[in-house]
């Protein structure tokens, strides 16, 4: 059965970071790209970020550009997310995915950022 | 940037009448490879979501047959043949052929 899982959010106050992590099974993930979407509660999707097989090649939405960066540990079967600097806006439920053919979503993790 | 706008926000459905859902997007999604990378996703109260058509029109393992989806180059629909009382939630079209991936601001299924 696939499953991802991710993990790391929480509370943190404005300007700060979090790590979020996504554990992956049930499939070869060294052979997929992998997605962070967020998606305030109640709103629509957003795209965050988007990573390649082996961990080369990377994108950002333009509103996390810089602040955020997109890794993997093909060992682990482990997506990151390292966001810093972190805003009131970037508060979401963020999911990684695999989103197209394969059809892979976790069931995400809620980040919250307030003081 | 490519910009999905879909219609209708919200379609309010008798239990086994049929659904439909719009998607156009701001510039073609053919790409380079041939492939139109059009997905449209189901969210359910409290869940994640779930891929239900990619690339246009291709059902995925275990979605029902009353789902199905047709169009090409910047429009899109998204049929219910029958609606069941399992299919209330919010449909997003999806577009991976460039990126930024971009979705639909969804369009909220309820039976009436």
């Known amino acids: 059965e696939v499953q991802l899982v991710e993990s790391g959010g929480g509370l943190v106050q404005p300007g700060g970071s979090l790590r979020l992590s996504c554990a992956a099974s049930?499939?070869?993930?060294?052979?997929?790209?992998m997605y962070w979407v967020r998606q305030v509660p109640g709103k629509g999707l957003e795209w965050v970020s988007r990573?390649?097989?082996?961990?080369?090649?990377?994108a950002y939405a333009d509103s996390v550009k810089g602040r955020f960066s997109s890794s993997r540990d093909n060992a682990k079967n482990t997506l990151y997310l390292q966001m810093n600097s972190l805003r009131a806006e970037d508060s979401a439920v963020y999911y990684c995915?695999?989103?197209?053919?394969?059809?892979?979503w976790g069931q995400g993790t809620l980040v919250t950022v307030s003081s | 940037d490519i910009v999905m706008t879909q219609t209708p926000l919200s379609s309010p459905v008798t239990l086994g009448q049929p659904a439909s859902i719009s998607c156009r997007s701001s510039q073609s999604l053919v790409h380079s490879d041939g492939n139109t990378y059009l997905s449209w996703l189901q969210q359910r109260p409290g869940q994640p979501p779930r891929l239900l058509i990619y690339?246009?029109?291709n059902r995925f393992s275990g979605v029902p047959d009353r789902f199905s989806g047709s169009g090409a180059g910047t429009d899109f629909t998204l049929k219910i043949s029958r609606v069941e009382a399992e299919d209330v939630g919010v449909y997003y079209c999806?577009?991976?052929?460039?990126?930024?991936?971009?979705f639909g601001h969804g369009t909220n299924v309820e039976i009436k």
């Open positions: 690339k246009v029109s």
């Open positions: 995915a695999s989103p197209f053919s394969s059809g892979f």
């Open positions: 990573i390649k097989t082996d961990g080369s090649v990377t």
């Open positions: 049930g499939f070869t993930f060294r052979d997929y790209w």
């Open positions: 999806m577009q991976g052929t460039q990126i930024p991936l971009s």
